[in-house]
């Protein structure tokens, strides 16, 4: 079955700086890789997903890269905001999987103001 | 619209005892997940609904864990007798296709 990795397992950054987190993954047929920010005591809520059809894709402050052939994909956080800091999981799905996705362990990102 | 919501937010019950965690999707959602995510650990997949049907139950521990989703609508998890390792956040998600929304999860502990 797939695997994911997930580094770092925690990661501190100064307000305005940028934060970048990044995943594995085993399981070459995986296509969609959704990015969840979980604030404390709050629902994982989705912030940005990509496909396996694309290389990047950005929201304002936020992107997200995949690389097919070394199977990783990344997280980009630019202008960092105290807001920011939460818990971040990477997640995949593979093809023909029922959309049953597969999380790294998690990044506790702190922004410090 | 309302999002997934989940009942109760906490549980603390003995070993041993029944617990009974409920879902409700957001209306109109298909598919709905049930995912675990035990201290410190990565959120697991446990099983995954279409309607009433399971679609996947691989990730179910073992048969203490019972999932039903009677008429398509929400659903329950029931533990039965619960063990301490069953501590945890359990995590609802419901999707009308690929992108998945969570409720806010139960944190069981089991003592």
């Known amino acids: 079955g797939e695997n994911v990795e997930q580094h770092p397992s925690t990661l501190s950054v100064q307000e305005g700086d940028s934060a970048v987190i990044k995943c594995t993954y085993s399981?070459?047929?995986?296509?969609?890789f959704p990015w969840y920010k979980q604030e404390l005591g709050k629902r994982p809520q989705l912030i940005i997903d990509?496909?396996?059809?694309?290389g990047e894709k950005k929201d304002q402050r936020i992107a997200v890269t995949l690389n097919k052939t070394a199977k990783h994909f990344s997280l980009h956080i630019t202008e960092t905001q105290p807001e920011d800091s939460a818990v971040y999981f990477c997640?995949?799905?593979?093809?023909?999987?029922?959309?049953?996705?597969?999380f790294g362990k998690g990044t506790l990102l702190t922004v410090n103001p | 619209e309302a999002g997934v919501t989940q009942f109760p937010s906490h549980s603390v019950i003995e070993k041993g005892q029944t617990v009974t965690l409920r879902c409700d999707p957001i209306s109109g959602h298909d598919n709905l997940y049930w995912y675990r995510r035990v201290m410190g650990k990565e959120i697991k997949f446990l099983l995954h609904?279409?309607?009433?049907?399971?679609?996947?139950e691989s990730g179910m521990p073992n048969n203490r864990f019972l999932a039903e989703r009677t008429g398509g609508t929400y659903s329950t998890l029931k533990v039965q007798p619960a063990e301490l390792e069953d501590s945890g956040v359990y995590f609802c998600a419901s999707s009308p296709g690929t992108t998945q929304y969570f409720g806010p999860g139960t944190r069981l502990t089991v003592l």
């Open positions: 609904f279409v309607k009433e049907s399971k679609q996947d």
């Open positions: 997640a995949a799905e593979g093809r023909g999987s029922n959309y049953k996705l597969t």
């Open positions: 399981d070459s047929a995986s296509n969609y």
């Open positions: 990509i496909r396996s059809n694309v």
